[in-house]
């Protein structure tokens, strides 16, 4: 089992000869305990062209110290990584492995780089005792893992070995951790000639100095996604501020949040699926808006993919939006009218649904259908289909296609409010629902183009959007509230509770269709339209 632990850490280098101050004197530490010495020695994993690396990622297989095992360390934030830790094995564990599936893509991990360390470490405590930070002066040597697979002793002949030292401080504290106290910290270094280190990590100075800096990632395999577009994109797509570059862009940087979500949509982070779907509609979003920009026949069955991707994804989260209104919906009923054991039958039957749509997401993410789709969309960015629309200036045809799309939306909205209330308006009302989200999508596409008046009219969007979603959450309510309402029956507990909360989302959709018509309205308003066109 996998454990995670928070990093919040700098680095700093140091010439051999430079003496640590006396880190007493630094504000709120009262003592600096010594801790000892420790010999460590890691192997250090990548793709051959060190894609986990280029992402600033590191997988690595260490023994000696206190967290001897395997470690897995994921950009986190400025300053911050998460290590994922897992126990001692021959080979790197499916725990960790599948974590950076979505950024290896099915190339093999192999060893790049091996490191020994002799650590030094000091803990600096408060005037409670408590640790506050752990400050580590390290000497490195490090080499080619090709180069010996054995550990020998530093300077072996024939070994492409490097050396230096470098100083690490390291929060500790639990959820005490004080940001400050770095600072703080690096100032004492600062007044004695240490400095902040020139490389992310020993692995990217490791990498620079041996000779072996990081290949840039094969462009068709699904390297890096997230660079601002090369040289043959931007030759083919016009001149800067074409539409395709726009178009481009945008593409790339859906693509750069789903990689990037991966891992915690396979550790179940709150929100991560909900943020990894709305990614990849928003994708599908600008292949079917952006058709002037991007070939149809070549988008459209990568488009059906993200929608096959976005269902598996949509039916955890869909559990996670609808345990949320019910238990929301439970609590605000008087307990006199709670009749039975309301909260637990609701609790079991969402627990229930959690287990098989978190082995649903699970099953879609390790399969071979997402890895080809993955592989299918960098190829897309390193050889995009574009059209002569992708040429032209990026305003029009981004105004285009916004008012395109909200036509479609008008339509749809016109046909909802003249459909019979019942079964029929709530399909025609989701339908228009898909159209404003979009529009709004369109939108946002356009915003680097258009400026503001794309981020009006895409908030304006939102709101018939959001008012519609909520409707439809309550179609989805009601049909999983009569469900429960029959389970609760047969098992002899009576359904009340749940009849009172379908009227109560009954009354509820009913009023969203009233307010929908000067929603609209607002949203529909000529002079938003007008200024989109450039």
Do not use: C
């Not at 003496?19 to 994993?45: F, I, N, Q, S, T």
């Not at 010996?148 to 030292?165: I, K, N, S």
């Not at 002037?292 to 988008?299: A, P, Q």
């Not at 159209?435 to 908030?459: H, N, Q, S």
């Amino acid at each position: 089992m996998a454990d995670t632990v928070r990093e919040i850490e700098r680095k700093y280098e140091a010439d051999n000869a430079t003496e640590l101050p006396d880190l007493a004197d630094v504000d709120r530490v009262a003592a600096v305990v010594e801790l000892g010495v420790e010999d460590l020695d890691a192997l250090y994993y990548d793709t051959p062209d060190q894609r986990l690396t280029a992402a600033g990622i590191t997988l690595r297989r260490r023994t000696g110290g206190r967290d001897a095992g395997w470690h897995l360390k994921l950009p986190a934030g400025p300053g911050e990584r998460e290590e994922i830790r897992a126990p001692l094995s021959d080979v790197p564990p499916p725990e960790l492995t599948s974590l950076v599936r979505a950024r290896v893509l099915g190339q093999d991990l192999v060893p790049v780089v091996r490191l020994r360390t002799r650590r030094t470490v000091r803990e600096l405590r408060d005037a409670a005792g408590a640790p506050l930070a752990e400050v580590a002066v390290d000497e490195v040597w490090a080499w080619p893992a090709a180069e010996t697979e054995q550990p020998g002793a530093a300077g072996a002949a024939g070994r492409t070995e490097v050396r230096w030292r470098e100083i690490e401080v390291e929060l500790t504290g639990g959820g005490e951790r004080d940001p400050g106290l770095l600072d703080d910290t690096e100032r004492a270094l600062a007044a004695v000639g240490v400095r902040p280190a020139s490389a992310p990590s020993k692995l990217a100075r490791a990498l620079a100095e041996t000779g072996l800096r990081p290949a840039r990632p094969s462009r068709k395999g699904g390297g890096a996604t997230g660079r601002k577009g090369s040289g043959k994109d931007k030759k083919r797509s016009g001149r800067k501020g074409a539409a395709g570059d726009l178009v481009l862009d945008y593409v790339r940087e859906q693509l750069r949040v789903i990689v990037e979500l991966d891992p915690a949509v396979r550790r179940d982070v709150p929100d991560s699926v909900h943020r990894m779907r709305v990614a990849t509609r928003r994708l599908r979003s600008a292949f079917r808006s952006y058709t002037k920009v991007l070939d149809r026949e070549v988008t459209a069955p990568v488009g059906g993919e993200l929608k096959w991707l976005a269902a598996e994804l949509g039916v955890e989260r869909d559990r996670e939006v609808l345990t949320d209104r019910l238990l929301t919906a439970v609590a605000e009923v008087p307990r006199t009218l709670r009749l039975g054991p309301v909260d637990a039958r609701l609790r079991i039957w969402s627990e229930r649904h959690r287990v098989v749509s978190r082995d649903r997401v699970l099953a879609a993410l390790d399969g071979d259908r997402y890895l080809a789709l993955l592989k299918t969309l960098h190829a897309l960015l390193a050889d995009p289909p574009l059209r002569p629309g992708a040429g032209r200036p990026a305003p029009g045809i981004a105004a285009r296609a916004v008012l395109k799309d909200y036509r479609r939306l008008a339509r749809r909205v016109r046909t909802a409010l003249d459909a019979p209330a019942g079964r029929d308006r709530d399909v025609a009302l989701h339908r228009a629902r898909k159209a404003a989200k979009r529009t709004r999508y369109a939108a946002e596409v356009a915003r680097p183009a258009l400026g503001r008046p794309a981020k009006k009219f895409a908030k304006r969007v939102k709101r018939v959007q959001q008012l519609l979603g909520d409707h439809q959450d309550s179609v989805v309510a009601r049909d999983a509230l009569r469900e429960l309402a029959t389970q609760a029956q047969q098992a002899g507990e009576g359904g009340f509770t749940f009849g009172l909360l379908y009227g109560r989302e009954e009354a509820r959709a009913a009023a969203r269709e009233r307010e929908l018509p000067r929603v609209w309205k607002k949203a529909s308003r000529r002079k938003y339209r007008a200024a989109l066109r450039p």
